[in-house]
């Protein structure tokens, strides 16, 4: 059964537009677009070291989106609607991807982005029905 979005789905995406047009998360995010690419741990250390203004800019990124999934994973946001509008969560598993397991392992929290993986492989799913290849193509630009 197909669910339908509601008016406050596209409010919940409204408010969540709005909370990335803050000015740190601005920043944030444009940071972690342009220079996070981390293909290790060893990687992620050097590029985010505690402490360090890198880091908060990858916490804020990180946990925003899976905040944003962890909505969509339960329900609370339509998954359909979302992912006509979301692409930014997919990049951010993109970029978190590789190293996600030596974090899970280093932090002792197998579950560490859990509503991230999940949304960003249902998005991946809806993608290839829809248009196939273009996660591909969308992963090949991202990496």
Same mark, same amino acid.
């Given at each position: #059964? ?18 990335? !047009?803050?000015?740190? #998360? ?16 060893? /990687? ?14 990858? !916490? #804020? ?5 899976? #905040? ?9 946001? /339509? ?7 979301? !692409? ?6 993109? !970029? ?12 002792? /929290?197998?579950?560490?982005? $859990? ?9 991946? $799913?809806?993608?290839?029905?829809? $248009?196939?290849?273009?996660?591909? $193509? ?6």
């Amino acid at each position: #059964m197909q669910s339908h979005a509601t008016y406050d789905d596209a409010k919940l995406i409204l408010s969540l537009y709005e909370t990335r !047009r803050e000015e740190r #998360m601005r920043k944030a995010r444009a940071w972690f677009s342009g220079s996070f690419k981390p293909r290790s741990l060893d /990687d992620f250390t050097a590029l985010c070291p505690p402490g360090s203004d890198e880091n908060a800019s990858y !916490r #804020m990124v990180t946990t925003y989106w899976e #905040m944003v999934a962890s909505f969509v994973a339960s329900g609370v946001l /339509d998954q359909e609607l979302f992912f006509q509008s979301g !692409r930014e969560l997919l990049l951010v598993w993109e !970029r978190i991807r590789d190293i996600l397991p030596a974090l899970r392992e280093k932090n002792k /929290d197998p579950f560490a982005y $859990a509503n991230l993986e999940t949304v960003a492989t249902a998005y991946i $799913a809806y993608l290839e029905r829809k $248009a196939p290849g273009t996660y591909a $193509a969308f992963s090949a630009r991202q990496r």
